[in-house]
């Protein structure tokens, strides 16, 4: 496609469930970033990878949270045991390399209930 | 620690009433600033990236600056289409982990 892909857009979860998140990349873009957007808050960096590595995990707010990259592409966000906490917009954004631009995507709207 | 600071918080134009958005910075050595605009229940879309103080670039209404402690982003005639949240970001040389730190965002409101 042309741009970041999220899905899924919305999600509704129960408190203490498993929650994936999933972000396809721009074609050809082999840096990838994480970053939660909560109501009333700036963007919060999650995590970061180049290619399928992760050279900074630094801003995972807890061990429930954990990311992978596979094939350098697809990028999956997993929220395990979700607490309401947890509720915020999730965004994925790439660039061509590092140090340059990033785009996002239109992020996912995780609600915990 | 770096730290991005935007000001002011909310703006109301009326269409046609210039005005200027600032965003303050502290960072160990700038790598790049970069602008962004988001609409609501949008992801951010990009808009300039800034390297070096005393660049400017130009889109259409919209003019970023850059000094060695803050960026402008001018906004000249602005329309009610112009309306959104505007964000600024940081990225430092010394960053591994290569991330944007994001300030709060102006959100701006043109009246026609």
């Known amino acids: 496609g042309a741009g970041v892909s999220q899905s899924p857009s919305n999600k509704v979860t129960e408190k203490g469930k498993d929650v994936e998140l999933r972000c396809d990349p721009i074609s050809g873009h082999t840096a990838l970033y994480w970053y939660r957007q909560s109501l009333g808050q700036g963007l919060e960096f999650l995590i970061y990878?180049?290619?399928?590595?992760?050279?900074?995990k630094s801003g995972l707010p807890s061990d429930r949270f954990s990311a992978e990259r596979t094939g350098g592409s697809v990028s999956t966000l997993t929220i395990q045991r979700t607490q309401q906490e947890d509720s915020a917009v999730y965004l994925c954004?790439?660039?061509?390399?590092?140090?340059?631009?990033?785009?996002f995507g239109q992020g996912t709207r995780l609600t915990v209930v | 620690e770096d730290q991005v600071t935007q000001s002011p918080e909310a703006l109301r134009l009326q269409e046609g009433e210039s005005s200027s958005l600032n965003c303050s910075y502290t960072?160990?050595?700038?790598?790049?600033l970069f602008w962004y605009r988001q609409d609501p229940g949008k992801g951010p879309e990009f808009l300039f990236t800034l390297y070096s103080a005393g660049e400017e670039k130009e889109k259409e209404r919209l003019k970023a600056t850059l000094t060695k402690k803050e960026s402008f982003l001018h906004i000249t005639a602005p329309k009610p289409e112009d309306s959104a949240t505007y964000l600024c970001a940081v990225q430092a040389a010394n960053n591994a982990g290569n991330m944007l730190t994001f300030g709060g965002g102006t959100r701006l409101m043109v009246k026609p």
């Open positions: 954004a790439s660039s061509v390399q590092m140090n340059t631009e990033a785009f």
């Open positions: 990878f180049q290619g399928n590595s992760a050279p900074d």
């Open positions: 960072v160990s050595g700038l790598r790049g």
